[in-house]
């Protein structure tokens, strides 16, 4: 009668606790002691069931903030990503070397490409280990030989210039040394900072050669000046003297050789005074045949002397060019005067010009073809290329510049210079200037 009164009471829904329906009903002992093992097993279970809300929501609070956590954990290492690429990719584009020795056993920790290709060897990739710095191998000897000029040095926290050998060349390095440590203090390894300044030292040697050289140009401007009036004094009483005295006999002889000579030394003073101090030319109608002919009288001793025979077939119908005659005249003058240099004695030198209606560069311009011939003993293969540069000759008593004086001349007039030559049979040097009404607009052009 008791159970079924119980079991009515929690069909009942809307009895809200069966314990208080118990506790009203007159039951037995061992009832009773069912109905509180009910109670404390209510109780227990209503307290693990709050434990278990608590413990889902904990759990919840932990996932969110356990994802929260991993969302700024991925964030972080794409940041340090980013950075360390970054810095990757600025350290392989730094244009100075960078390599980095380990404090503990000497090995290179970190050799960037530049660092490579001055040392001249291929390290595996960035901050990876190395092997030792001065183990076998030509990578190890180069580390060696640069560890061993670096100390030679001995110049701690300053920047040293070293010479090393690498990929077969002598090259010179700058290279600067600093400690990397920790933010104890603690020493991690050694930083090196290299350069390779091989072309830069280069440039300074070019540089300072070129400071001497306009120095002695200057002084050799100073010196040309104040050679070429005594030479003109020389060459004037050498020919007041040679008028005075019979032309067959020694002293008329003697005096002739030194007005020949005067005139020479003048001419070097030319070639000279223009090379270090090139004048602007004066344009204006130039008849180029009567120059020819006054560079031939004024060289007519020499060619006798020298019994050198002269051929002119000067034939071209527009002479006139424009142009500054006396450097013209200097032009000419030093290619008849090389032509000599060339035939010691007794050859044959041709002077010769032509119209042309189109210039070497392919304009179509009037103008006039000069060529000057000799049978003297010819120009290698390997020296054309290069008769035209300062100071370069083979002739033991030349200067190197009449030459380049004339290619100088040549390019100030908006000409053309060729030569042609072959060994023991001769040199002709061709040169094609523009006419006179036409010099103008060709300049235009070539400017």
């Not at 090379?275 to 120059?291: C, K, T």
């Not at 019994?307 to 005659?325: I, K, Q, T, W, Y």
């Not at 083979?394 to 908006?414: A, D, F, M, P, R």
Request: net charge negative; aromatic share 4%.
């Amino acid at each position: 009668m008791a159970a079924t009164t119980i079991n009515a009471a929690y069909r009942d829904e809307s009895v809200p606790d069966p314990a208080n329906v118990l506790a009203d009903v007159e039951c037995s002992p061992d009832t009773k002691q069912l109905i509180d093992a009910f109670q404390v097993f209510s109780q227990a279970s209503n307290s693990l069931e709050a434990a278990f809300r608590q413990l889902q929501a904990r759990t919840r609070h932990l996932s969110e903030e356990l994802a929260a956590k991993n969302r700024q954990l991925k964030k972080s290492l794409r940041e340090r990503e980013i950075v360390r690429n970054h810095l990757r990719r600025i350290l392989e584009s730094l244009p100075c070397g960078v390599v980095v020795q380990d404090a503990d056993d000497g090995r290179i920790t970190l050799c960037n490409p530049v660092a490579q290709q001055i040392l001249g060897f291929t390290a595996a990739g960035g901050g990876k280990r190395r092997g030792a710095a001065c183990g076998p191998g030509p990578q190890g000897r180069v580390m060696a030989e640069y560890f061993a000029a670096l100390q030679a040095a001995d110049c701690p926290g300053a920047e040293v210039e070293i010479p090393l050998v690498t990929s077969g060349a002598l090259r010179t390095l700058a290279a600067s040394v600093t400690p990397l440590t920790d933010a104890g203090g603690r020493r991690l390894g050694t930083l090196h900072i290299l350069r390779d300044i091989t072309e830069m030292k280069s440039l300074q040697e070019q540089n300072q050669r070129g400071e001497r050289l306009a120095a002695m140009g200057e002084m050799a401007v100073e010196l040309a000046h104040e050679i070429r009036n005594p030479l003109g004094s020389i060459e004037l009483f050498a020919s007041l003297l040679e008028k005075e005295l019979s032309p067959g006999s020694d002293l008329g002889r003697w005096a002739e050789n030194i007005r020949i000579g005067s005139r020479s030394l003048n001419n070097i003073v030319s070639n000279m005074l223009h090379f270090a101090n090139p004048l602007s030319p004066a344009f204006q109608e130039v008849h180029l045949h009567d120059l020819a002919d006054e560079v031939l009288r004024f060289t007519e001793p020499i060619l006798r002397q020298r019994e050198v025979r002269v051929e002119r077939a000067l034939e071209g119908s527009r002479p006139l060019v424009s142009g500054d005659r006396e450097l013209l005249k200097q032009m000419l003058l030093n290619l008849v005067l090389n032509s000599l240099q060339a035939m010691p004695a007794q050859g044959s030198l041709r002077l010769a010009t032509c119209d042309v209606t189109t210039l070497p560069g392919g304009a179509s311009c009037p103008g006039l073809e000069l060529r000057v011939e000799d049978t003297g003993l010819g120009i290698p293969a390997e020296n054309l290329d290069r008769i035209f540069d300062p100071f370069f000759t083979t002739n033991k008593n030349g200067t190197g510049l009449g030459l380049s004086v004339v290619h100088q001349i040549i390019e100030q007039h908006s000409g053309f210079i060729r030569v042609e030559s072959r060994v023991n049979a001769g040199t002709v040097f061709i040169i094609v200037l523009p006419s006179a009404p036409a010099a103008q607009a060709c300049r235009e052009i070539a400017s």
